[in-house]
C-alpha cells in the first residue's frame, strides 16, 4: 500500500510544477486548482492500472482506498474492497490507458512548441504507477504487464502526434538529448562496485530506460519482438520494487530463446537487452559477449568444459549470445557439443544472479536443443521469435542504408528493390536485413561502374541509384 502511495506522490510532486509553469502563462487559469487536477489524473491512471486485469484484488482496492482517501474530496477513503466493488467505479477503466489525457495533451504540444522532456517524465511517473499495482502481487500477470506498455504506447504516441503538427522530427531524443533525471531508474549492486576495475570505472553511467525502450521502437518492424522485450522490461521493474520493499518474490530464469532466420536483428535486439538489465540492476556491466559452437565446443576429451567456462568468464555481468546454439546438440554420441550443453547447464544455474544467456538460431532446431538435456527447458522458459521482414520494411532498410551513405533511390529503383524482394523465397535461411544490405552494396557497385563511363557526372548522379542498378548480389540476379 506505501509503495503505491509513493508513486502517486512522486508523480502529482512532479507534474504538478510543470503543469503550474505552463499556467502562468494563460489568463484565467486557477493554479490553485492545478495540483488537485493532477491528483484525479493519478487516480485515473491508477484505476486504469487495477482494472487492467479485471480482478479487482483486495491488495489493489486496500491500497486505492489508502493511497486516495487523504488527497481527494471522495468517500473512497472509507471504503471496503467490496464497497468498491460494488459501486462500479473501475468498471471500463482500463480503456483509460488507450487514450491520451486532456492533461498529457497539453504537456505533450508544449515539448513540441519548446521543446523538453515533460512528456517524458509523465511517462515514466505513469509507469512507475503501473509497475506498483503490478508489484501488490506476487506473480504479476502478462495483462497488467502489457496495461504499462499500452500506457507507455499511448504516451509516445500523443507525443509524436504533437511533434508532427508542428513540424518537428516525430522521434529520436529530445532537443539536448535523454536526462537521466527525467526519464529513468538507475539500481546498482554493492558487489558489482567492489568487484569494478579502473576500466570498469571509466564505463559511461546506465542509459535511462525510456531512451533504451525508445530505441528498440525505433527498429523496423519486429512488433511482436518489441512487446517481449517490454514485458521483460516490465517484470523486472516490478520485482525490483518488491524487492526494495522487502516483499517475496519469486525467482523467475531470465534467460532466454530467440529463434528465426538470419538478419532479423536478433544480436542488435540482445544488446539492448544487455543495456536494459544493467539499467534495471539485474547486472552491473551490461556488455554483450557473442560466440557460436566454435568458440565453444574442442576437437579433445577435457577442452571443451573450460571453453564454455571461460566465455561464461568474459561475459560475467552482461549477456552471453550462444548464435546457432542448436549446432551444440549435433554429432554422435563422441561430440563434445553434448558436453557443451552439460556444462551450460550448470553454469546458468550457478551463475543465475550475475549473467543472462540467450541462445539463439532457427525456430525448429532450437526446439531440438531445448529438448536436448532435462534441465534446458526449465532454465530457458521463455521464446521470442524474430520474424522475416516483409517487402515494405527491406525496402525500408534499403533507403535507410542510402541515407546513411547519402544515396537516394529513385522511383524505379523503389520498384526494381520492391520486385527483387518479393520475388526472394522466404525459406530456410533468408537473409532479411543482411539481404537488403547485399541488395545496397551492389547496387553502389553497379552505379560506379554505370557513372564511369560519365565524364563529369553531377551530385544527382553519384547520389542516385536507378533501376538498372537494382540488379541484386552475385549469385542472386536469376531469383529477382
Excluded at 504506447?153 to 509524436?160: F, G, I, K, N, R
Excluded at 529513468?184 to 576495475?197: E, I, L, P, S, Y
Excluded at 579502473?198 to 527498429?219: S, V
Excluded at 525459406?427 to 544490405?437: E, I
Amino acid at each position: 500500500m506505501a509503495a503505491l502511495d509513493d508513486a502517486v506522490e512522486a508523480f502529482v510532486e512532479g507534474v504538478t510544477p510543470l503543469v503550474e509553469a505552463l499556467a502562468a502563462a494563460v489568463e484565467g487559469v486557477r493554479s490553485d486548482r492545478l495540483r488537485a487536477d493532477v491528483v484525479v489524473e493519478a487516480f485515473n491512471l491508477a484505476c486504469a492500472f487495477v482494472d487492467a486485469d479485471g480482478l479487482h484484488t483486495d491488495p489493489e482496492l486496500w491500497a486505492l482506498a489508502a493511497t486516495f482517501g487523504h488527497r481527494m474530496d471522495t468517500e473512497i477513503g472509507r471504503s471496503q474492497p467490496a464497497d468498491i466493488r460494488d459501486s462500479g467505479l473501475l468498471t471500463g477503466r482500463k480503456a483509460w490507458l488507450d487514450e491520451p489525457s486532456a492533461l498529457l495533451g497539453v504537456l505533450a504540444d508544449a515539448d513540441a512548441r519548446e521543446g523538453g522532456t515533460r512528456g517524458l517524465l509523465y511517462a515514466r511517473l505513469g509507469s512507475q504507477v503501473g509497475h506498483v499495482v503490478a508489484a501488490l502481487d506476487l506473480v504479476p500477470s502478462r495483462t497488467e504487464l502489457l496495461a504499462v506498455d499500452r500506457f507507455r504506447t499511448t504516451v509516445h504516441q500523443a507525443l509524436s502526434g504533437s511533434r508532427e503538427k508542428v513540424g518537428a522530427p516525430a522521434g529520436g531524443p529530445p532537443p539536448g538529448g535523454w536526462p537521466a533525471a527525467a526519464v529513468g531508474t538507475v539500481a546498482t549492486g554493492d558487489a558489482a562496485t567492489a568487484a569494478a576495475t579502473a576500466a570498469e570505472k571509466e564505463r559511461p553511467p546506465p542509459r535511462p530506460i525510456e531512451e533504451l525502450l525508445a530505441k528498440l521502437d525505433a527498429l523496423l518492424g519486429l512488433e511482436a519482438v518489441k512487446r517481449e522485450v517490454r514485458l521483460v522490461a516490465n517484470l523486472l521493474r516490478v520485482e525490483q520494487i518488491r524487492r526494495e520493499r522487502d516483499l517475496p518474490v519469486l525467482e523467475q530464469s531470465r534467460h532466454l530463446v530467440f529463434t528465426g532466420n538470419p538478419g532479423t536483428g536478433k544480436t542488435t535486439v540482445a544488446r539492448l537487452l544487455a543495456e536494459i538489465y544493467r539499467t534495471l540492476g539485474v547486472v552491473s556491466r551490461g556488455h554483450l559477449v557473442e560466440t557460436d559452437r566454435s568458440g565453444l565446443v574442442a576437437g579433445f576429451v577435457g577442452q571443451t568444459a573450460p571453453r564454455v567456462v571461460a566465455a561464461f568468464d568474459r561475459a560475467d555481468e552482461g549477456v552471453l549470445l550462444v548464435d546457432e546454439a542448436y549446432s551444440l546438440a549435433r554429432g554422435g554420441e563422441s561430440d563434445f557439443g553434448r558436453e557443451a550443453i552439460d556444462t551450460i547447464v550448470k553454469l546458468v544455474e550457478d551463475r543465475r544472479d550475475r549473467l543472462v544467456v540467450i541462445l539463439a538460431g532457427y525456430p525448429d532446431e532450437m526446439a531440438g536443443l531445448v529438448s536436448a538435456n532435462p534441465g534446458m527447458k526449465s532454465r530457458f522458459p521463455r521464446t521470442i521469435h524474430f520474424p522475416d521482414y516483409d517487402d515494405d520494411e527491406l525496402l525500408a532498410i534499403l533507403q535507410s542504408l542510402g541515407e546513411k551513405g547519402r544515396y537516394h533511390l529513385d522511383d524505379g529503383a523503389r520498384a526494381a528493390a520492391r520486385a527483387f524482394f518479393a520475388a526472394q523465397p522466404r525459406d530456410r535461411g533468408f537473409g532479411n536485413g543482411r539481404l537488403a544490405r547485399n541488395l545496397f552494396e551492389s547496387a553502389v557497385a553497379h552505379q560506379a561502374s554505370r557513372l564511369v563511363e560519365v565524364e563529369s557526372p553531377t551530385d544527382e548522379q553519384l547520389t542516385t541509384l536507378t533501376a538498372s542498378d537494382i540488379t541484386g548480389p552475385a549469385g542472386q540476379e536469376g531469383r529477382a
